[in-house]
């Protein structure tokens, strides 16, 4: 596997469900991002993980619950979600400080709430 | 007031068109700027990275900044079928991680 990669790919879930999305990065990189992205708006940043420690937390719902056990992997938890938080959930990482902060994407989770 | 704002289109064009695509912004701290493409059902992909103002080529993609117009462009030359995307800019601080995205524009290229 190379770059970034997310499961599963689409996701369907009830309201009352309780689901993961799982994020591996293959680039060495030491920070891991969670954004969201719903139809003509622009990304949303949701968290943003740097040595395994989370130092953003753009006002997320509690229904969104993320996890770093190690700087290459990266889940975000899901429980009791509303229809609205369907949309593209995209994972990305980078190197945190330094020259270099270009954010290297995964395919996403297309997450559909019924 | 958007800190990003972007066309959101569509865009469609012939094949050998050149394409033209532009963000403006308000905040005068950033600095380093980027052109993204999102294919369908993919995520976004780094086409284009620049610092600062001038012009940076890559093969038939050209990269603009304007910071005293705080306005950003991206120019596709003799455009393909394989370049219908969506194309996001984005931009960010110096030594900040956060990156400022616009909506993104629609490029349907035809052949």
């Known amino acids: 596997e190379t770059g970034v990669t997310q499961t599963p790919r689409h996701l369907v879930m009830g309201m009352t469900n309780k689901k993961s999305l799982k994020c591996e990065q293959h680039l060495g990189h030491n920070a891991m991002y969670w954004y969201k992205q719903s139809a003509k708006k622009p990304l949303e940043l949701m968290f943003v993980?740097?040595?395994?420690?989370?130092?953003e937390n753009n006002s997320v719902p509690s229904r969104f619950s993320p996890e770093c056990p190690n700087s290459s992997h990266l889940f975000l938890h899901l429980h009791t979600l509303q229809p609205e938080d369907s949309a593209l959930y995209l994972c990305?990482?980078?190197?945190?400080?330094?020259?270099?902060?270009?954010?290297?994407f995964g395919p996403g989770t297309r997450l559909t709430v019924l | 007031q958007k800190e990003v704002e972007q066309d959101p289109g569509p865009l469609s064009v012939p094949e050998g068109a050149i394409v033209s695509l532009n963000c403006t912004y308000s905040n005068s701290a950033f600095q380093y700027f980027m052109w993204y493409r999102q294919y369908s059902r993919k995520g976004p992909e780094l086409l284009m990275y620049?610092?600062?103002?001038g012009n940076k080529e890559d093969g038939r993609f050209t990269a603009q900044v304007d910071k005293s117009s705080k306005y950003i462009s991206l120019f596709i030359r003799d455009s393909q079928p394989s370049d219908s995307a969506t194309y996001l800019c984005?931009?960010?601080?110096?030594?900040?991680?956060?990156?400022?995205f616009g909506a993104g524009t629609t490029v349907t290229v035809r052949a």
């Open positions: 984005a931009m960010r601080r110096s030594n900040d991680y956060k990156l400022s």
């Open positions: 620049t610092y600062s103002s």
């Open positions: 990305a990482s980078s190197q945190f400080k330094g020259q270099a902060h270009e954010q290297f």
């Open positions: 993980y740097s040595l395994e420690e989370r130092v």
